[in-house]
């Protein structure tokens, strides 16, 4: 039997910039495989709410209600970077309402709706907070080579998030993921923090790669053959099942085990 897991960082075609699953055929693949919960973190919306939960409560999958945001840091502007944020009750999803529609009225930067740490701060009752991986500000401090840096915002995070945040660990072969994943680890183990796994799903199966970048290339007015765009996706952020996440975190059934336990939570 395979090690419980849970997908709990997915982008769907309703987050615009980089998202090309559909809800009903998500829902449809994730009862194929079993899946006993799912989450839904599209960026900065909640646009896909009720199409999503009505969908996977009638396939018996506990939906996850979750957004994908973006800090940006009140000493440095330009300094960016993500945090994924789940509801775990009433609570957290009316904060989770709250931070989301600040960010619209009174975070927007060229367009883009951005939130602050402080403001997070004030509306963190019951959400339950992952780190991001490599586009958190602890894998970027990690990834510029300042561990002591990242030390601090990790427990800065677990300060305003008791119990309920999750150092995020991905493997999708993109660069960078494995000089990340060993400090990440490290810091977890030395703040007594909690690992989870996740995939960053973006398209349905690996053969929509190619479809998925045409649509980034859309949102960012780029070329497919431009060689010189930023390459921020990999064919590996499809919709795994479960015995793949287990034979590719087969050295770390800890952050599998966790994606189950946080789901249940």
């Given at each position: ?239 795994k099942s479960a015995e793949e996440m287990e034979a590719l975190f087969f050295d770390l059934p800890e952050a599998l085990e966790n994606t189950w336990h946080l789901a249940m939570r």
């Open positions: 039997m395979p090690v419980p897991f849970v997908h709990l960082h997915l982008h769907t075609e309703f987050s615009m910039v980089d998202g090309t699953l559909r809800i009903k055929q998500m829902i449809e693949r994730a009862s194929e495989l079993r899946m006993p919960a799912i989450a839904v973190t599209d960026q900065h919306n909640l646009f896909a709410l009720v199409k999503f939960y009505r969908a996977a409560e009638a396939a018996g999958i506990k939906p996850i209600v979750g957004a994908d945001v973006l800090l940006r840091s009140p000493e440095d502007p330009d300094h960016v970077s993500r945090l994924v944020l789940l509801c775990q009750d009433r609570t957290g999803y009316l904060n989770l309402c709250e931070l989301i529609s600040r960010g619209y009225q009174e975070g927007q930067h060229h367009g883009i709706p951005y939130v602050r740490q402080d403001w997070v701060e004030e509306h963190a009752a019951g959400l339950i907070a992952l780190s991001a991986g490599c586009e958190g500000d602890i894998g970027q401090a990690i990834l510029a080579g300042h561990p002591n840096r990242a030390r601090q915002l990790a427990a800065a995070w677990a300060r305003i998030f008791p119990d309920r945040f999750y150092i995020e660990i991905q493997r999708t072969g993109r660069e960078q993921e494995q000089r990340y994943e060993a400090a990440a680890l490290a810091t977890a183990a030395e703040l007594s923090l909690p690992v989870v796994a996740s995939n960053d799903v973006r398209f349905m199966d690996k053969e929509d790669f190619r479809a998925h970048e045409a649509r980034v290339c859309i949102h960012d007015g780029r070329l497919l053959s431009d060689k010189r765009r930023e390459l921020r996706y990999s064919e590996e952020q499809y919709l």
